[in-house]
């Protein structure tokens, strides 16, 4: 039992080594990532340039009602009488009849403004984000309709569960100071 | 100490020992209730849902068949509406109930909590026996169970991996599929695209874009002290071409006044395996033709196509050789009006030698031209709204095809390589455009000179951004698909992210540059004027990692192949390999 | 007539594909001549970034409070308090992001991918526990950390985990932190955040999974103390070795032990260690001759861990999106598939050729076979190093908490009688008589 002090000492010194290794790596760590780091944070969003409309964001959020809404560019929309994002593809009648309606949720407000122009606006309490009016206004309109994270929503997951079921990568990090991609605002 | 029996029949009898046992018996069924609710509605109504889902559908198509039924269009009506009432009610249902839920397991566990307290067990050490055995025998049991983990998952492994050793179905059945075919037909005069991809077939590499994709390449040199140079070899004529490799073997290009030759290097050793010749132009216009010093009369960079290689020089001449030297045909474009020298580089597709021919001062002569990389006939040709460039065309697949990108004041155009018919254009350029453009992420990427970087969308055939900043007014940009660089001839390095175009820093770096820069793993290669060689780490913020010097003045771009660099100085091509 | 134009649109976009769409704007803004007004969209913002800088002081702040709780105040109910109010900032409020656990991954990606941003305040809460942790031990898993907490507050009826089970589940622990690190290295995603078993419970809104993990997790909990922590927790095993190698760690009781033995029990998760008895004298030659031979054992399990690990990357690498839309791609074009996924179709419209894909793919392949490797002979080291450690002759003279294992919860300082003295002076004529017939028993 006499090598015991003698045990004991060697152990704390080991231990002081590992400790003045494990603060010194700390610190270095600290250096070198902080330098990487940033502020502000980065937040989600989608690129509506490579978004294809696939319709996982409806069902992948965590959130039970998606933070992704359908977002309209105005400055960017025909006013068009026949929306193809807002009708069906092969619509029996222009009116807001739930019939002739591509929204499965009814979210598109269809207006009348002026002989030949229609006004579109997204009802967000209703958005799910599936994206159909988006396909659809892109395929034969000006592509005004886009999908966008809406951040008075988003929780900002650090893994975003729609971002790793996103066929076509289109959710990007943002700094939080410009958190929208906006069709018309580039 | 009163009796255990006795001690329980006092506790029952506690007013508050019973409220304690009511409440967490009445919060242990709320929070059942709660939780088989939830579940029930989750589970059944997204059943509902989907099922109603396909009858509103059903009822649709019943409508589109029978447009004029009023009676079927109200009752899709009213079914809708009862359907989105549902799905509201459903959602605030489960939002209400997880707050619910959640609440009342607090509850629960604070009752449990309380219920506890009334029969809070004294701590009462049991004798201890005797220690030293026991000791003994838990490290043996714990030995026993991480050795038995330790197996278990090892064999787990081991198992997983016998499972997935095989490689991919995919591949061998392509492969396969390929070689099936070869026989049947008669073996193409040019190489496949898969080809291409592993050579560096034209200006820029197979996408020209500046990208290497190959492995091992050097990242340090000394070209003074013979440090890592395989092999350096003197180049007959002077031109400011970039070198190509196809397989086992380089090209470029050199010229004079009154001479215009074709080089072909062994890629081992670096000898000269030929030299072709291409005569100059006949036509009276050489009298005015006015090439810049700068210029010189080998700029472009031949391109090949696996079977010919061909050239275009200053005064519009192409030349074509197969891959052994013998000239195949020589074809007169006529001498190129143009401010500081024709200089826009070839591009290879299949069997066509894609040629942008820009030229004048307004828009006019201009054109975009594919001959027949065997035989120098005309294939195609389209008229270019612009006046001259020094831009090279870029064969690269966009949505399901191929397309021929050009830039060119104020057109980007994206063409087809079949027939040569427009397929899309935007107008976002001005001034004398020498940068190439590049494909990536999707957008293609253009510099107006000194003025300022346009990310284009082809699909839509709209500029998503444009960003200012010291731009280049030579060197092509540079991209991995989410960062943007672009390399101004004084060295202003500059970095943009390609989602909205924000700078994100522009350093200042020594000396002048030519080469355009060039992205290896997650590297730049930016090739200095006076034959310094930067490397900068392909990241958000600058970060310069080392440098090599190569002892001579360099203007061409690299040229990349399986662990190797080709890189050629104003009088010597050097081959740079790692010595082991 | 509108409509006519856009009937020939349809039928031109039919007949041409839609990927030859060719002008800017099929249709040209309209020219109103009503006072009509062109809304905008609008854009709601998302938390301040002043939001960040509390966080990062919110969490300092409880961190030093948790280090004079534990170290100076003593007091469980205080710690609870704390855990409590924790529960609710870190986890409901701020729906349990960001937290130190799942910044292993993005300080990872950070590391290995420099286009990554890592938010500063994710770097903080990285390191700060960690720091804190080489001072004070485990502080963090005691009152700050929210998992932790919320499992803590569920611990009813604890049943003791025998030392042997405990152990070779940690080995679980020590494959998900490498897993996790593999992943985030090669960029195939954020294991940690996606399998966070409270998070449904933080955020109130789950898929079902999730919420069915957390449950379990809950549950479990009511009878086998912090079954996260001690399991799964993959910063629970860096703040375990910062624990170890702590300056100060959490003591039992106030004073000196005077092995009374009431604390035995105390620890649900069995991190209080009795003092040790006489190692056996006899079986001491054959004791040394093990250690020898583990030592030995140790390079070869490395090398078969190596090798398990090179041989799974093919494997592992599937979860990487791109070696798995390269996949994909390669099948579509082998004709072995017919329709084209999402994915593929989103591909084709990057303008990458399919030998980048691929290129890119064995590239990403080569970095999970080094990675699998790594991580096979990582794990092989870490089961090494365990049997080691078990199989040395360590001397314990007092009750003493695990520094590595001891969370910090405070359950046993009430257990101390020593303890009991100090918060209530007046017990002491009372106590003493029994202390000393304890300590005569000892």
């Not at chain 3, 960001?98 to 292993?104: D, F, L």
């Not at chain 3, 040790?276 to 399990?301: G, H, M, N, S, Y």
């Amino acid at each position: 039992m006499n090598n015991k002090p003698n045990q004991l000492s060697r152990r704390q010194l080991l231990r002081e080594g590992f400790w003045t290794v494990s603060i010194t790596a700390a610190g270095a760590a600290a250096a070198v990532l902080a330098a990487r780091s940033r502020r502000p944070s980065m937040v989600w969003q989608i690129d509506p340039f490579k978004c294809i409309g696939c319709g996982r964001c409806a069902t992948h959020c965590v959130l039970s009602e998606s933070a992704v809404k359908c977002v309209h560019a105005y400055s960017m929309c025909g006013y068009c009488d026949l929306c193809t994002g807002y009708f069906d593809p092969d619509p029996k009648a222009l009116d807001t009849g739930a019939e002739h309606q591509l929204c499965p949720t009814g979210a598109i407000r269809r207006r009348f403004v002026e002989e030949p122009y229609f006004e579109f606006t997204i009802d967000e309490s209703r958005c799910i984000g599936c994206g159909k009016c988006v396909v659809g206004c892109a395929a034969f309109g000006n592509g005004s309709l886009f999908l966008q994270v809406r951040h008075d929503r988003c929780l900002n997951c650090n893994e975003c569960a729609i971002a790793r079921a996103c066929p076509s990568q289109a959710f990007v990090r943002v700094p939080a100071d410009r958190p929208y991609l906006m069709k018309d605002q580039r | 100490m009163p009796d255990s029996t006795e001690q329980k029949f006092l506790l029952r009898q506690n007013p508050w020992y019973q409220a304690a046992v009511g409440s967490a018996i009445v919060s242990a069924v709320f929070v059942g209730v709660i939780a088989v609710l939830l579940a029930v509605q989750t589970y059944h109504l997204k059943g509902t849902d989907s099922r109603r889902t396909a009858k509103l559908e059903m009822l649709r198509r019943q409508y589109q068949s029978a447009p004029a039924d009023e009676a079927l269009a109200g009752e899709i009506r009213d079914f809708d509406a009862r359907l989105r009432r549902d799905q509201f009610a459903r959602l605030q249902f489960v939002k209400r109930g997880v707050v619910l839920l959640t609440a009342s397991l607090a509850v629960l566990v604070g009752t449990l909590y309380w219920l506890g307290s009334f029969a809070r067990r004294l701590p009462h050490p049991e004798p201890p026996g005797d220690l030293s055995p026991q000791q003994v025998a838990r490290a043996m049991q714990t030995r026993t169970a991480v050795t038995l983990t330790l197996v278990i998952m090892g064999a787990a492994g081991l198992y997983m991996a016998m499972r997935t050793s095989e490689p991919p179905a995919a591949a061998p059945a392509a492969e396969e599929a390929a070689a099936a075919q070869e026989p049947a037909a008669p073996p193409p005069a040019f190489a496949s695209w898969q080809q291409m991809q592993r050579n560096w077939p034209v200006f820029r590499g197979p996408e020209g874009a500046g990208i290497c994709r190959f492995e091992k390449i050097p990242t340090e040199w000394d070209g003074p002290s013979g440090k890592n140079i395989r092999w350096k070899t003197a180049i007959p004529l002077p031109g400011h071409n970039s070198p190509i490799v196809w397989e086992d073997r380089i090209f470029l290009t050199g010229a004079s006044e009154d001479s215009r030759q074709v080089y072909c290097f062994d890629a081992d050793t670096g000898s000269l395996l030929w030299t072709g010749t291409v005569p100059i132009s006949s036509s009276p216009d050489r009298e005015d033709m006015y090439i810049m010093e700068d210029t010189g009369y080998a700029a472009s960079t031949a391109a090949v196509n696996g079977a010919y290689v061909a050239a275009i020089f200053a005064d519009g001449q192409v030349g074509c050789f197969d891959l052994e030297g013998r000239r195949q045909w020589v074809r007169s474009l006529g001498v190129p009006n143009s401010a500081y020298g024709y200089a826009s580089s070839l591009a290879a597709w299949e069997d066509k030698l894609i040629i942008q021919f820009d030229q004048d001062y307004e828009p006019g002569r201009s054109k975009l031209m594919a001959l027949d990389f065997a035989a120098g006939t005309t294939v195609w040709q389209t008229d270019r709204p612009v006046p001259n460039s020094w831009t090279t065309p870029t064969v690269v697949r966009l949505g399901d095809r191929m397309q021929i990108l050009t830039s060119g004041s104020p057109w980007v155009i994206g063409y087809d390589p079949a027939n040569g018919s427009e397929l899309w254009r935007v107008e976002c350029l001005g001034g004398d455009v020498a940068p190439t453009q590049i494909v990536a992420g999707g957008r293609v990427l253009v510099i107006e000179p000194y003025t300022k970087l346009a990310a284009v969308d082809p699909a839509a055939g709209q500029v998503l951004w444009e960003a200012g900043g010291s731009l280049p007014d030579i060197c092509s940009p540079l991209s991995d698909g989410r960062l943007v660089w672009t390399l101004s001839s004084e060295g202003t390095l500059s970095g943009y992210d390609i989602i909205d175009g924000s700078r994100l820093y522009a350093e200042e770096l020594d000396g002048f540059f030519m080469a355009s820069p060039s992205l290896i793993g997650d590297m730049l290669m930016l090739v200095g004027m006076k034959g310094r060689t930067l490397w900068i780490r392909a990241g958000r913020a600058f970060e310069m990692i080392s440098e090599c010097e190569l002892g001579e003045e360099i203007f061409a771009s690299p040229a990349f192949h399986p662990g190797r660099i080709y890189l050629r100085g104003t009088n010597h091509l050097y081959c740079i390999e790692s010595q082991p | 007539m509108r409509r006519g134009i856009l009937t020939v649109w349809i039928l031109s976009g039919l007949l041409l594909g839609t990927a030859s769409a060719e002008t800017v704007r099929r249709f040209p803004p309209p020219q109103f001549e009503t006072d009509y007004v062109m809304p905008t969209a609008t854009e709601p913002p998302p938390r301040a970034a002043l939001w960040d800088t509390l966080d990062s002081a919110v969490l300092l702040g409880t961190l030093l409070l948790a280090v004079w709780l534990i170290f100076f105040k003593r007091r469980r109910s205080w710690i609870v308090a704390l855990m409590i109010f924790s529960v609710l900032y870190f986890g409901f409020w701020r729906k349990g992001c960001v937290c130190p656990i799942g910044a292993i991954g993005n300080v990872t990606v950070s590391l290995f991918d420099s286009g990554y941003a890592l938010p500063l305040v994710v770097l903080v809460f990285f390191l700060l526990p960690l720091g804190i942790g080489l001072f004070y031990g485990r502080v963090f898993c005691g009152a700050v950390c929210p998992l932790g907490a919320i499992q803590d507050l569920v611990v009813l009826r604890p049943q003791p985990v025998p030392e042997w089970l405990e152990t070779a589940l940690r080995l679980g622990a020590w494959l998900y932190l490498s897993l996790s690190v593999l992943f985030a290295a090669t960029g195939s995603g954020l294991l940690i955040c996606r399998y966070d078993p409270f998070i449904a419970f933080f955020r109130l809104s789950s898929n079902s999974s999730l919420l069915i993990l957390g449950i379990l997790f809950l549950g479990v909990g009511v009878f086998i103390g912090r079954p996260y922590c001690r399991f799964v927790c993959p910063y629970g095993l860096l703040l375990r070795q910062a624990g170890r190698l702590s300056r100060r760690h959490v003591t039992i009781t106030p004073d000196e032990c005077i092995h009374c033995r009431l604390c035995e029990e105390a620890c649900p998760f069995g991190a209080i260690h009795a003092p040790t008895a006489p190692w056996p004298e006899k079986t001491l030659a054959r004791d040394r001759r093990r250690l020898v031979f583990l030592f030995v054992l140790l390079l070869f399990l490395i090398a078969a861990g190596g090798w398990i690990g090179y041989r799974l990357h093919p494997l592992l690498a599937r979860a990487n999106p791109t070696v798995a839309l390269a996949d994909q791609v390669q099948s579509m074009e082998a004709g072995l598939r017919s329709e084209p996924t999402d994915e593929i179709r989103a591909f084709r419209t990057t303008g990458q050729s399919d030998e980048a894909l691929y290129a890119q793919r064995d590239e990403i392949l080569s970095s999970f076979a080094l990675g699998g490797t790594l991580v096979g002979m990582f794990m092989a080291l870490v089961a090494g190093v365990k049997l080691i450690a078990v199989s040395v002759r360590r001397v314990r003279v007092d009750y003493e908490a695990d520094r590595a294992g001891c969370l910090a919860c405070g359950r046993c300082f009430a257990y101390c009688p020593r303890q009991r003295l100090r918060d209530n002076p007046a017990e002491r004529t009372v106590s003493n008589t029994s202390l000393q017939k304890e300590a005569a028993n000892a």
